[in-house]
């Protein structure tokens, strides 16, 4: 783009100096409110790909590079695709919101297959049969995971103020995308 006052070619924002890549990229994650399991996963993600390609900066390299890796993930790597998306989204945070850098989406990649077979699911009787066998407080985070569609984190994070036992619900503070929502505490606990 160019500069609207001198009509020269603009140069790209450039990222904070004096901070190593991964800090700053838990740093824009952070400030994105990404969860920690997420935040973990992209620098991780960061990591390979610039050990991938002999620890180069990843500001030297560009669109062909990440084409490399994703396309190495699907094909030698024997990823499942969404762990090639993941590991693509990651990459594409990384350029995007630290090295301040506009990448488009490859389009040209080798995807990995997704599996034509169905998840396995326990059915009612049989996760009920588990939760019997169960005692103590797993027995009660299981309870709540089952009856009342917790996530692992929300269930870890719950705390007794967050349970509303007049209105039979639970609040879940600061769930996915930093949201709180209500649900059902379940009758048998």
């Not at 609207?4 to 838990?26: A, C, I, S």
């Not at 399991?37 to 030297?60: L, S």
């Amino acid at each position: 783009p160019l500069h609207r006052d001198t009509m020269q070619p603009q140069k790209p924002p450039t990222p904070p100096q004096g901070k190593k890549l991964l800090d700053q990229v838990h740093d824009a994650l952070r400030v994105k409110h990404y969860s920690t399991r997420t935040e973990q996963t992209y620098i991780e993600w960061c990591r390979r790909y610039i050990i991938y390609h002999d620890k180069r900066h990843p500001a030297e390299m560009g669109i062909t590079e990440i084409q490399a890796y994703i396309t190495h993930l699907a094909t030698e790597g024997n990823v499942a695709a969404s762990t090639q998306n993941q590991a693509l989204s990651a990459i594409l945070f990384l350029y995007r919101h630290v090295l301040l850098q506009k990448i488009e989406f490859p389009t040209d990649l080798i995807r990995a297959k997704k599996p034509n077979r169905l998840p396995s699911v326990l059915s009612k009787d049989e996760a009920l049969a588990v939760i019997q066998k169960m005692t103590g407080i797993p027995k009660l985070m299981a309870q709540l995971l089952f009856g009342s569609g917790l996530r692992l984190m929300e269930c870890l994070r719950l705390r007794i103020k967050d349970i509303d036992f007049a209105n039979r619900q639970i609040i879940v503070r600061d769930g996915k995308g930093e949201n709180d929502r209500s649900v059902p505490l379940p009758e048998s606990i």
